[in-house]
């Protein structure tokens, strides 16, 4: 997988853009899944889809920068 890859070339952050990265359905595991790597997830939006549940499941997810 190529965050896995990013991750053993020591990236400090990845940044989630798109299109619009928020129309993935998995973008909180995605989120996750980079931050477990330790590499800092962050994502570019419109934040026209943001929602309250959204947004905590970001921040739960480990996401840093919105």
Do not use: S
Request: no cysteine; glycine share 8%; aromatic share 6%.
């Amino acid at each position: 997988m190529r965050i896995d890859k990013l991750a053993t070339l020591k990236t400090f952050a990845i940044t989630l853009t798109g299109g619009e990265p928020l129309l993935h359905p998995d973008i909180a595991e995605i989120i996750q899944y980079v931050q477990q790597t330790g590499v800092i997830p962050t994502i570019i939006t419109n934040g026209y889809l943001l929602t309250e549940k959204k947004i905590k499941a970001f921040n739960d997810a480990g996401l840093q920068e919105l």
